[in-house]
Each structure stands twice: as structure tokens, then as C-alpha cells.
């Protein structure tokens, strides 16, 4: 346990990011009866701007957000706010998301799945200082750190890709097919053909089969 002293659980303030109302709403149902949410934000703009101005505890933060993603929130507030604590709460377990935000400075990474007694534990933790993440993650992060991932290369190579490209990427190493990646991005076949050739020479790969491997040996998949 860290020696830092962290806040009563009723006396935790919250800050909720995510660009879903809905998820906002049903989590401040979730946790309010145990601390004090105090701001919420749905893109990285709203989500600076309530956390400079509140200063909570904790900040529940989703990584994929409009304006610049979890990372950019994490960077521009404690770059004024050092004593934020932020723990991420995501529907992605992917590698590059994981390592981006805890690069920027997340004390935490747990996925939508979390129960609500496991989300308030960890918050009550991050506010203390200790670090929390889901199990599959804390194994990951941990690969990461000890270099059996290649961390650095997996930044370095998805950055070559566009948005579009990361998500045909990643719909085409989990084993669908052209017309199943077209159906699901609502684009054509021959788009999607484009995509995958792009991606291809991109990251200097040969087929699908080779592609396939790339994001499976970094846990993009």
C-alpha cells in the first residue's frame, strides 16, 4: 500500500469522462452513493477544463474521446494540476491504448466489465497513490515493462496509420473477411481492399497471414 493518505470513500471527489451520456449517467448512478462526483466531461476539451477548475481525486477516464483521446486529458491537466489521479475505464484492452495512457500518466487501467464495489476499491486506491489494473492488463503491463513487448515499435508503426486504417487493422487480424470489414465500417469491399493494401505496405508485410501475426504479437487483437 502506498504511505500517501487518501481521502475517506465518502469524502472522494469524481470526475467522470466519456463521450456517452448514457455510460456517464449510469455510472454516476453507480458510485455516487459512495463518494462525491463532483464534473463530468465528454470530450478532451469539457474533460480539462471541469478537472482544472474541480481538483478531485480521481478521475474516471475514457481513452478513446473526441478532441484528442484519454492521453491528451492526462497530459494537459497535469501539466497544471500534478496531483490529479487518473484511472482509465475503457471497453478496449488493446496494447497501444493501455501503453498510451499510462505513458501520459495514468495511475490505473480497468475495463467496462469492472463491477461497481471492484470500481470503487480502485478508485479509492488510485486516490492513495497505488496503481490499479484488470488482471489481463496488469499482465501486459508488465510484459511491457520488462521488454518482452516492444512497446516503442508499436507506437512508432501505428502512428503511420490512419484511423481507418487501425480499425481495418485490427477487424482483419481478428479473422473477418472483406465483405464482413466492409458491412461492419460501412464502406465498400474495394475500400476496404485500398485499406489493407495501405496497411500493408505500411508496416512493410507481406499478406493477411503476416498481419494477422503483427497485431496478435502486440496485443492489438
Known sequence: M??????????????IVDDHAMFRAGVRHEIGQH???VGEGEDVATAVAVIVETEPDVV??????PGGGGAEVIKQVLAVKPDVKF??????DAAQDVIGVIRAGARGYVTKSISSEELVEGMVRVAGGDA????????????AFSGSVDVSSIDEDLDKLSARERE???LIARGYSYKEVAKELFISIKTVETHVSSVLRKLQLSNRHQLTKWATDRHLV
Request: with cysteine.
Open 2 to 15: 502506498s504511505d500517501e493518505q487518501a481521502p475517506g470513500l465518502s469524502e472522494l471527489r469524481v470526475v
Open 35 to 37: 463518494c462525491e462526483v
Open 60 to 65: 474516471l477516464l475514457d481513452v478513446h474521446l
Open 87 to 92: 484511472l482509465a475505464l475503457s471497453v478496449s
Open 132 to 143: 490499479v489494473f484488470s488482471p489481463r492488463l496488469a499482465g501486459f503491463v508488465l510484459d
Open 168 to 170: 481495418v487493422l485490427k
